[in-house]
């Protein structure tokens, strides 16, 4: 299953949620990929950082007939080579390759077209979006069989929502596409902000995430520490939210 995690607005918490999910499912026995295709590299940050530009999914994009098992490599957690998860990294020059991108033919199906010769090397593959959309997050929208949108309980957090799901819809070239939503950076002590937001996704419920992250320190010292709350504090509400999240993704696929 490949899962892109995509929402234009920023500060939502997509690497956060890309980082820690690709953990949990490799714990759990998944072989599972991470193409960070932000350039802000946040995710590559986390799981390996210090990479040669002609090491990351730069080159697939700007190459159709690369050996993408070249740009693919193990991740570490504290130095250590981790079992069952891998990492296609991004770094600072995938933002100037975008002007090459948009000159291709079919630049929308890049990815797709290089993660097809890989499908059955992985159970998940997640796919870290920037925070537009952009070619690189249509390329993800075209790749993927699962849309997973963070939100958070912020006052603006939907922006712009309508017009996500017209571009997923227009990539899609559909009406139906699989999307879910997952709720982020909740605080109980913000009741009218709950209600208010918890309100406006009334519409989505459907396609709401039972799994709710709550606001809690150790994953933003997790972040500060590049590593995932996981490994930094593995008995934290961070840790127990992100447990309930992998296990209803598996159970998703």
């Given amino acids: 299953m490949k899962i892109g995690i995509l929402n234009q607005k ?3 918490g997509k690497s956060t949620i890309a980082v820690n999910l690709a953990y949990g499912l490799a714990v759990s026995g998944k072989k599972t990929l991470l193409v960070d295709i932000d ?5 590559s940050v986390i799981f390996h950082p210090d990479i040669a530009k002609e090491k ?3 080159e697939i994009f700007l190459d159709r007939s690369l050996d993408i098992k070249k740009v693919i490599h193990p991740a570490r957690v504290d130095g250590a080579t981790m079992d069952n998860l891998f990492i296609l990294p991004a770094d600072i020059h995938l933002a100037t390759a975008t002007e090459q991108i948009n000159a291709r033919t079919h630049r929308e199906k890049l990815l797709h077209q290089h993660l097809r010769k890989i499908d059955d090397s992985f159970t998940y593959i997640l796919i870290d979006c920037p925070p537009t959309l952009g070619v690189l997050s249509v390329n ?3 790749a993927a069989d699962l849309i997973l949108i963070p939100t958070t309980y912020g006052r603006y957090s939907l922006d712009g929502i309508a017009d996500l799901f017209a571009t997923i819809s227009e990539v899609k070239e559909s009406e139906t596409y699989a999307y879910r939503v997952v709720r982020n950076g909740f605080d109980s002590r913000n009741r009218v902000s709950n209600t208010f937001i918890d309100s406006q996704l009334a519409p989505l419920r459907a396609n709401i995430l039972e799994t709710i992250i709550r606001k809690n320190e150790a994953i933003n010292q997790a972040q500060m520490n590049n ?9 934290s509400n961070g840790a127990r ?3 309930s999240l992998t296990s209803e993704i598996i159970s998703h696929g």
């Fill in 140 to 142: 993800a929208i075209f």
């Fill in 56 to 58: 990351t999914v730069r």
């Fill in 39 to 43: 350039p802000q590299a946040h995710s």
């Fill in 10 to 12: 920023g500060g939502v």
């Fill in 241 to 243: 939210d992100f447990q």
């Fill in 227 to 235: 590593e995932p709350v996981f490994t930094f504090d593995p008995r």
